[in-house]
């Protein structure tokens, strides 16, 4: 159909009222193959070879030569093409703005079916990017689970004989962090409440293991309704637990602030002198996500002063 429609409208369009009746409907037919050759072989054969090849001057070039040849052999055929017209018509003698006129209007049929293959082409590049980072997105996502998973289950079988109860303590929490990780953030966005409550849990467990371990969670602002990645804040309290000061006053201070449609994060730990809190992977996937999801709208500041490390974000909901 792409090719048939065209053709059938060149052939309505094209107005050969000069010649015989007995000749028009053939005159017709040269007339749209002879308007449809500059296009097949610009789109065809040009545009691949050369223009999508970045040979931007030997396509110029050629374009010129095909129009040229286009012109020679609409000059050469028309004394064959003469006795087929009507009695009293004839071919007028070609000037410099017939010329011209021919070049422009060939000029923009090339140009029309130049745009064909370079919307195609687009839309088939854009298909392939937006394929490949939501595949970034979703295995950067995932390298963050299993390190946690490895500290929750770490917890759980220091408490199973210990103590039951809070073993049991820790089978919901788990169950509800998994329940998250499985279902709820595979959705898309989330609710910053839900993720906050993912933190929570978290940072519970991990209470069980770091007796001294002080967590304090600040939130100001309304959040009810608020959406966002979800795992974006995550790593930065893993990175917390991970590299905490536990000879000393090992704490974790929260605040998650959202103002004029902005999410402004804050986490503050003490870490051991001997810790380097900027490295592992998990900073790097964040990192990575945020450039990917919040390219030009999101500030990440980082900073290890005195032994207190802060990770200040935010970024535009």
């Known amino acids: 159909m792409q090719h048939l429609i065209p053709a059938v409208v060149l052939y ?3 107005g050969m009222n000069d ?6 409907p053939l005159m017709k037919i040269l007339a749209t193959l002879f308007i449809l050759t500059a296009a097949y072989v610009n789109q065809y054969l040009l545009v691949p070879r050369l223009l999508l090849r970045f040979r931007y001057y030997a396509y110029a070039v050629f374009v010129l030569a095909l129009i040229s040849l286009l012109f020679g052999v609409t000059v050469w055929t028309e004394p064959l093409l003469a006795p087929m017209l009507k009695a009293g018509k004839a071919f007028a003698p070609y000037q410099v703005k017939d010329m011209v006129v021919f070049f422009v ?3 923009s049929l090339v140009a029309a079916s130049t745009a064909i293959p370079l919307f195609l082409q687009w839309v088939q590049a854009s298909y392939h990017r937006t394929a490949s980072l939501q595949t970034e997105l979703e295995n950067l996502k995932k390298q963050l689970s299993p390190h946690f998973l490895f500290n929750t289950l770490n917890n759980l079988d220091t408490l199973i004989y210990a103590d039951q109860h809070r073993a049991s303590a820790v089978v919901h929490s788990l169950s509800r962090l998994l329940r998250y990780q499985l279902y709820l953030s595979g959705s898309g966005k989330v609710y910053l409440r839900q993720e906050l409550d993912f933190i929570a849990d978290f940072l519970y467990l991990e209470q069980l293991r770091h007796d001294a371990l002080e967590v304090r969670i600040t939130v100001d602002g309304g959040v009810q309704d ?4 979800p795992f974006l804040l995550m790593p930065f309290v893993e990175n917390a637990v991970k590299h905490n000061d536990y000879n000393g006053n090992a704490y974790i201070h929260l605040h998650i602030f959202v103002d004029a449609g902005s999410l402004h994060f804050t986490c503050v730990n003490p870490v051991s002198r001997s810790t ?9 996937n964040v990192r990575r996500r945020l450039s990917l999801l919040y390219p030009d709208d999101h500030t990440l500041l980082t900073e290890n002063n005195g032994g207190v490390y802060t990770v200040a974000l935010t970024f535009n909901l």
């Open 12 to 14: 309505v369009i094209v």
């Open 19 to 24: 010649f015989q009746l007995q000749w028009q």
């Open 105 to 107: 209007m060939m000029l």
């Open 226 to 229: 608020v959406l966002l990645h």
């Open 276 to 284: 380097v809190a900027d490295g592992g992977a998990g900073l790097k």
